[in-house]
């Protein structure tokens, strides 16, 4: 039958593109699904682009420490022409491509649940295709970007970070509702690249709020010096725009009301599950699909539907959406042939998954942070260093700030979770992700020597103000 495979992926972002890849090398038969871009969220409107965004604000910030180098005004038309480069212009065809030759077959449409391992396509001209699975259905579909129900919001059509990612021009004014990842980095890139006056306005205390709590007020003390206004414990009254397009007016509840050009909302993300059939196998549409650690739904007993990435809830971040789509592709396969691997599941995400945000200053971190690790019943003790004392921080550039901290556990003697704040500390999260999910104990920890002069050299430092 043409329209029966081993196994149906719905969405070819990165999660679904890996369990086609680990699946098709296990010998399965393979389908994918996709209304939109293969390569989903993250190569045309969320990771890629931003990045791209945010690299000569990254590099502005290097060569304005450093003595001797000058820097003119930032090239705003190359800037954005190199983003536009970098998601090969909102083209998927070179990543169509990739998945017709792995092989598997690309099925360009709206995809839904119609039963046990059964999938209904609605075909960009509004044909139907049902898609039948001998093995397993994966749904690899996302999220998408939440609205607060704020009166006025939706009708003043505000940007997500589809727009802002892809944005053709900088806004003279932008607000920004929101400070997490999303929010802070976007906001910086607007502003870095011209929006003159950029202000964030935060319901809660601080930035990255599920970060350390020292790594938002770093990084809010870069954006005051910087012109960015962050007005924390701020709700939003309503939202007015009278002409499409036009000025934007946000209400607020104390404070005089504020005008901007354009309106990021930032505020969070639901799993892209409405309207995908799950009431068709017993779950509850629009919400996460529940996951044992081999990805495998929990909610249908029959066990041939499973669910990676964001659309699970576990950990909604790029690299561990493809982590889990390689575990539960080498399920699949393994099941297929009847040959369970307990060691094919799921570890990493419950020791806490690393995470990069490209601000100046970098925020890096892996692990639990000091107040969920005491909340989750560890015996922890966290131990600060300044990063700026790192020589190797030193020759970087005049005036390095940044922040290390380690938490560990003190039973066990080993790391629970370990946080960056300072420019460039991206390339040292890799090295403390190791640390963390290898739980390798202080003692031996202590015996990796970092090189002089770099600023992993912290990692002495750290070692040292514990008391190795």
């Known amino acids: 039958m043409a329209d029966e495979f081993d196994v149906i992926v719905i969405g070819a972002g990165p999660a679904g593109e890996n369990v086609v890849g680990r699946a098709v090398r296990g010998g399965l038969t393979t389908a994918v699904v996709e209304e939109r871009l293969a390569g989903g969220e993250c190569s045309y409107w969320a990771c890629v682009p931003s990045k791209a965004l945010l690299r ?18 930032i090239d705003v038309a190359a800037v954005l022409a ?53 093995q397993a259905v994966v749904l690899a579909t996302g999220s998408k970007a939440v609205v607060p129900p704020v009166p006025g919001l939706v009708e003043a059509d505000p940007w997500t970070s589809h727009e802002v990612t892809a944005a053709t021009a900088i806004p003279e004014r932008l607000a ?58 701020t709700d939003v009254v309503r939202v007015e725009r009278p002409e499409p397009g036009g000025k934007v007016t946000v209400h607020l509840p104390e404070e005089p009301p504020l005008e901007a050009d354009e309106l990021l909302v930032a505020t969070g993300r639901r799993p892209a ?7 068709s196998v017993g779950l509850a549409d629009g919400k996460y699909v529940e996951v044992d ?35 539960c592709g080498d399920v699949i396969a393994a099941r297929a042939r ?55 921080a030193y020759l970087l550039g005049d005036g390095y700030r940044g922040r290390a901290r380690a938490v560990v556990d003190e039973d ?11 420019p460039g500390t991206a390339e040292l999260v890799h090295a403390a992700t190791i640390a963390v999910t290898a739980e390798v104990p202080l003692d031996r920890l202590w015996h990796a020597v970092p090189s002089f002069p770099t600023v992993s050299e912290v990692w002495l430092r750290l070692l040292e103000a514990y008391g190795m």
């Open 56 to 73: 000569p604000i990254d590099l502005a910030g290097e060569v304005s420490r450093v003595p001797g180098l000058s820097l003119g005004e």
């Open 82 to 134: 190199r983003r536009d480069e970098a998601v090969s212009r909102y083209d998927d065809t070179g990543q169509v491509g990739w998945i017709e030759g792995v092989p598997a077959e690309f099925v360009r449409g709206r995809g839904r649940l119609d039963g046990p391992k059964r999938v209904r396509v609605t075909t960009e001209d509004g044909a139907e295709r049902v898609l039948t699975a001998r």
């Open 176 to 233: 920004v509702l929101g400070g997490g990842v999303v929010a802070c980095e976007m906001a910086q890139a607007m502003h870095g690249l011209g929006a003159r006056q950029t202000t964030l306005l935060v319901r809660g205390g601080g930035l990255l709020g599920r970060m350390e709590p020292f790594a938002g007020e770093m990084l809010a003390e870069s954006f005051a010096e910087t012109g960015i206004d962050v007005r924390t414990h």
């Open 273 to 279: 599950t409405r309207d995908l059939g799950l009431a």
């Open 293 to 327: 650690d081999s990805m495998r739904a929990t909610g249908v007993p029959e066990g041939w539907l499973y669910a990676v990435g964001d659309v699970n809830g576990r950990t909604l971040l790029t690299h561990m959406g493809k982590y889990q789509a390689r575990v």
């Open 338 to 392: 009847g040959d369970e691997l307990p060691a094919m599941r799921d570890l990493a995400d419950g020791y806490g998954a690393p995470q990069v945000v490209f601000t100046d200053p970098q925020v890096c971190a892996v692990g639990r942070t000091e107040a969920a690790a005491r909340e989750a019943g560890f015996r922890a003790r966290t131990v600060d260093y300044d990063l700026g004392a790192v020589t190797g």
């Open 412 to 422: 066990r003697k080993v790391l629970l979770g370990v946080t960056f704040v300072g």
